[in-house]
C-alpha cells in the first residue's frame, strides 16, 4: 500500500518561515491535502489539491507538489501556528486514504 | 451551521461490538462521501473506511476489514461504523468527516468520540 512519510518535528523562531515536506513513491501525480490539529481538537483542513486553500484559512499557508515532495509553507510563523500538521494522499489503486505520521511545529 | 456530531463511544471489553453515530447538519448530506478516522492516544491519524455520498461503494482499511461496517441512512443524515470483535488497539478517538469528492479532501471534521477497548 501507498506510504507517505514526514519529517517528526520542525522548528522554527517567530517571524520566519516553516516548512513540513511529506514524500511519496510519485507524489507528484497526486493530489496533496494538509491538515492541523491543535491539542486537543479535531483537525483543520488547511491546504487541499497541493495548493489550494479553504476559506478563512490565512494567505501565508501554502502548498506545493513537485519533484516526488509535497511541501507546507507557513510563512512568517506566529505563536498560534504551533500544532501538529498531517498530510493526506488519496491511492486510487487500490482506493485507500493514507495520512502521513505527522509532524509536530514548534515556535520557539 | 455546517456540523458533525459523533456519539456512541464508551468502554468496551475485547471481542465486543460498538456502534458509532456521526449526525450531520447545515448542509445536503446526501451529496458527500463520508469518512472514519481514528486517532490512538498519542498518535497520529489513521484512516479506517470511506463511504459513496450514495452508500454504493465503500472501503476499509486492511486493519479493520471484516470487523468494522460502514454505514449511513441518509433520510436520518447520519453515519455509522459498527465495530465487531474490539481489540485493545482499536482504543482512540474516533471522528466522522466529509469528503466533497473521492481525493478532494476531508473539509469538515467532527469533535471526536472516544473508544477504550480494555477488560
Known amino acids: 500500500s501507498y506510504v507517505v512519510t514526514q519529517p517528526p518535528s520542525v522548528s522554527v523562531a517567530p517571524g520566519q518561515t516553516a516548512r513540513i515536506t511529506c514524500g511519496g513513491n510519485?507524489?507528484?501525480?497526486?493530489?496533496v491535502h494538509w491538515y492541523q490539529q491543535k491539542p486537543g481538537q479535531a483537525p483543520m483542513l488547511v491546504v487541499f489539491?497541493?495548493?489550494d486553500r479553504p476559506s478563512g484559512i490565512p494567505e501565508r499557508i501554502f502548498g506545493s507538489n513537485s519533484g516526488s515532495t509535497a511541501t507546507l509553507t507557513i510563512s512568517r510563523v506566529e505563536a498560534g501556528d504551533e500544532a501538529d500538521y498531517y498530510c493526506h494522499v488519496w491511492d486510487s489503486s487500490p482506493d485507500l486514504w493514507v495520512f502521513g505520521g505527522g509532524t509536530k511545529l514548534t515556535v520557539l | 451551521q455546517v456540523q458533525l456530531v459523533e456519539s456512541g463511544g464508551g468502554v468496551v471489553q475485547p471481542g465486543r461490538s460498538l456502534r458509532l453515530s456521526c449526525a450531520a447538519s447545515?448542509?445536503?448530506?446526501?451529496?458527500?462521501?463520508m469518512h472514519w478516522v481514528r486517532q490512538a492516544p498519542g498518535k497520529g491519524l489513521d484512516w479506517v473506511a470511506v463511504?459513496?455520498?450514495?452508500?454504493?461503494?465503500?472501503y476499509y482499511a486492511d486493519s479493520v476489514k471484516g470487523r468494522f461496517t460502514i454505514s449511513r441512512d441518509n433520510s436520518k443524515n447520519t453515519l455509522y461504523l459498527q465495530m465487531n470483535s474490539l481489540r485493545a488497539e482499536d482504543t482512540a478517538v474516533f471522528y466522522c468527516?466529509?469528503?466533497?469528492?473521492?481525493?478532494?479532501?476531508?473539509?469538515?471534521w467532527g469533535q471526536g468520540t472516544t473508544v477504550t477497548v480494555s477488560s
Open positions: 468527516a466529509r469528503e466533497p469528492a473521492a481525493g478532494n479532501g476531508m473539509d469538515i
Open positions: 463511504i459513496w455520498y450514495d452508500g454504493t461503494k465503500k
Open positions: 510519485n507524489i507528484e501525480t497526486k493530489s
Open positions: 489539491d497541493d495548493s
Open positions: 447545515g448542509f445536503t448530506f446526501s451529496t458527500y462521501g
